[in-house]
T-cell receptor, first 114, second 109 residues
């Protein structure tokens, strides 16, 4: 099956710094990538949808200047959390899809902001 | 608005059968997905239904009734490793996935 990787798997950063999370589709070309956030004991919350070569579409309530998304190629999307604060601590998950119906999820990145 | 409803938590016994229900009201319908998510891990795909009826895949089956806005995930011969959250998601007319809050399934010996 299709494989999606994320890096890093865990990151701890200080308040006010920025963190970049990479999402790669390893064996297929992802026309669309999705970024989700999941707080403990809650369901996935879609943050944004990105199509290769175009600007990401952000969900209501998600600050696009704080969560920068770049989808520069068909196999790589990055999420940068700028000026991170403790309330940004969460589990960030990306998923990717090609022309098939299924979304393939990355393993997730646990961000802790101290 | 769009809404996906599923029970918050269910408990079942090892070796038994459990059915997790999901009802939805969405703007359009382009398929329903079930995902399994173990604590601290990303979701993994279980099933996809776009037509009415039952899809069977090993110990797991998923059923869809589009006219009723209803689906269920059936897990047979439960194993302890099946303890996880089960997420129901519907793809709407914009091909956006709308997620349910998930059902936490607890398996007891």
């Amino acid at each position: 099956g299709a494989v999606v990787s994320q890096h890093p798997s865990r990151v701890i950063c200080k308040s006010g710094t920025s963190v970049k999370i990479e999402c790669r589709s390893l064996d297929f070309q992802a026309t669309t990538m999705f970024w989700y956030r999941q707080f403990p004991k809650q369901s996935l919350m879609l943050m944004a949808t990105s199509n290769e070569g175009s600007k990401a579409t952000y969900e209501q309530g998600v600050e696009k200047d704080k969560f920068l998304i770049n989808h520069a190629s068909l196999t790589l999307s990055t999420l940068t959390v700028t000026s991170a604060h403790p309330e940004d601590s969460s589990f960030y998950i990306c998923s990717a899809k090609d022309r098939d119906v299924e979304q393939y999820f990355g393993p997730g990145t646990r961000l802790t902001v101290t | 608005g769009q809404n996906i409803d599923q029970p918050t938590e269910m408990t079942a016994t090892e070796g038994a059968i459990v059915q997790i229900n999901c009802t939805y009201q969405t703007s359009g319908f382009n398929g329903l997905f079930w995902y399994q998510q173990h604590a601290g891990e990303a979701p993994t795909f279980l099933s996809y239904n776009v037509l009415d009826g039952l899809e069977e895949k090993g110990r797991f089956s998923s059923f869809l009734s589009r006219s009723k806005g209803y689906s269920y995930l059936l897990l047979k011969e439960l194993q302890m490793k099946d303890s996880a959250s089960y997420l129901c998601a519907v793809r709407d007319s914009n091909y956006q996935l709308i997620w349910g809050a998930g059902t936490k399934l607890i398996i007891k010996p």
